[in-house]
């Protein structure tokens, strides 16, 4: 699925999305998914399929709220796994030819009516190991304070992030929650495990404060 993919006549298919590739006499191959359609000419380089950050339809945020919540113990520090939604990318060389969607879309505000962003929205279980799902975020949450914390959701910074994969699973970078008022979240841009490969260089995102 993700990575490098032969300019061939082939099938790749993505949770509820379908790549058709279909070689032409010309030494081309035409590139189809849904009503998207783009004729590629054969050079050295392949085909390139990618996870990317969810940003849908443009959103900088990505709003994780977990079921159950978590109450984290004074002075402790909790290591799992999120499910989380990706978009797919599609290079030729260094040309993005095609990006969407997989899986069920949505959205919510995070913040106050007149003052709030629209975040990509997504519920999941907090997992001791690494859950059966396409989408994963590594997360580390540190409550370096005197009191219990409850967490209830987590609002990550995801435009531009690195992602990193293996040929089955996407992985946002390790992502650090610190439960000290205002809550803070770390896209450290580091890779939740080493064997995986990167998108492209991986740097960490700037430090958010989730105020709301």
């Keep these: 699925m993700f990575g490098e993919h032969e300019l061939r006549t082939k099938f790749i298919?993505?949770?509820?999305?379908?790549?058709?590739?279909?070689?032409?006499a010309d030494d081309s191959v035409l590139y189809t998914r849904d009503d998207v359609r783009v004729l590629i000419k054969k050079g050295d380089g392949a085909l390139k399929v990618l996870p990317a950050p969810a940003e849908g339809y443009g959103v900088k945020f990505l709003m994780i709220r977990f079921s159950p919540r978590i109450a984290v113990p004074p002075r402790k520090r909790l290591t799992g796994y999120l499910s989380a939604p990706v978009d797919i990318?599609?290079?030729?060389?260094?040309?993005?030819?095609?990006?969407?969607?997989?899986?069920?879309?949505?959205?919510?505000?995070y913040g106050e009516n007149n003052i709030g962003v629209i975040a990509r929205y997504h519920v999941s279980e907090f997992h001791d190991k690494i859950p059966d799902e396409l989408g994963i975020m590594k997360l580390?949450?540190?409550?370096?304070?005197?009191?219990?914390?409850?967490?209830?959701?987590?609002?990550?910074?995801?435009?531009?992030?690195?992602?990193?994969?293996?040929?089955?699973k996407a992985y946002y970078p390790l992502v650090i929650l610190t439960t000290k008022e205002p809550y803070e979240v770390n896209n450290t841009g580091n890779p939740p495990d080493g064997t995986l490969k990167a998108t492209h260089k991986a740097e960490p995102l700037p430090n958010f404060k989730m105020r709301w």
């Design 13 to 24: 298919k993505i949770l509820n999305k379908k790549i058709h590739l279909l070689e032409r």
């Design 140 to 168: 580390v949450i540190n409550n370096p304070t005197d009191e219990w914390k409850l967490v209830e959701r987590i609002t990550v910074p995801i435009r531009n992030s690195v992602m990193f994969y293996s040929s089955e």
């Design 89 to 109: 990318e599609v290079k030729s060389g260094n040309a993005t030819i095609d990006r969407f969607v997989v899986g069920r879309e949505k959205y919510a505000l």
